[in-house]
């Protein structure tokens, strides 16, 4: 029997559905007042949310986001153990040169990506308080990029309005500066030393 091969098209509209539920869901929990993982499920849904997104615009630009070495002119693709190809994850589509993505945008994305490597080797506490201006800086910024990139049909900004709403925030809300209670010492010097590095920047109240 053949295998149907599906087209750029169909793929990148899967892609497009897939990366919006992922940040739906990320949203929806972290609104969720009966959920007390908040922090460490929005931050894995939402990085699968801007990889599917970045996946969907590579794919519809021609851009190759599989892994893969040079051997002459010809390229040998990288394949898990079960012999699928190996994409790109949210660190290798930032880094690509057709990139849409601007600079603050990327470094509160790098922010978020540092942290899920933090916490899952600990748990947390009290992230919800210290971080809910960044976490909000992101889907304000993913509801951006996936209605500039694909149309504001696909905008989800006239599906969810609750506690990460898409409006504008004051510079004290991004900051993620908002006391908290608790926070262990390792979690607190990874965050001093990434702002220390990298001071993202504000537009339209958030990191862009």
């Known amino acids: 029997m053949a295998t149907r091969k599906r087209s ?3 793929v990148k509209a899967e892609l497009i559905g897939k990366s919006r539920e992922a940040a ?10 009966q959920v007390t993982f908040k922090s460490e499920t929005f931050i894995v849904l939402m990085v699968i949310a801007w990889t599917y997104l970045l996946h969907a615009h590579y794919r519809a630009k021609g851009v190759d986001y599989r892994y893969f070495q040079k051997a002459g002119k010809r390229r040998r693709y990288e394949r898990t153990k079960h012999g699928q190809f ?3 994850e ?12 601007d600079g603050d945008t990327q470094n509160n994305l790098r922010f978020l990506i540092g942290l899920r490597h933090e916490i899952e080797h600990q748990m947390t506490q009290s992230l919800d308080a210290w971080l809910s201006g960044r976490y909000q800086a992101c889907a304000l910024n993913y509801n951006h990029y996936l209605k500039k990139l694909f149309g504001e049909s696909h905008g ?3 599906i969810l309005a609750f506690s990460i709403q898409f409006a504008d925030l ?7 500066t908002k006391t908290a ?19 993202p920047g504000f537009s339209g109240g958030c990191f862009r």
């Open 170 to 176: 004051s510079p004290e809300q991004t900051s993620g």
């Open 24 to 33: 739906l869901c990320a949203i929806r929990t972290f609104n969720d007042p």
């Open 86 to 88: 190996r994409y790109w």
């Open 156 to 158: 989800l900004d006239s």
């Open 181 to 199: 209670p608790v926070m262990t010492q390792s979690l607190r010097k990874y965050i001093d030393s990434f702002d220390g590095m990298n001071r």
């Open 90 to 101: 949210l660190e290798s589509c930032l880094k690509a040169k057709a990139c849409p993505v």
């Open 8 to 10: 750029i098209g169909s």
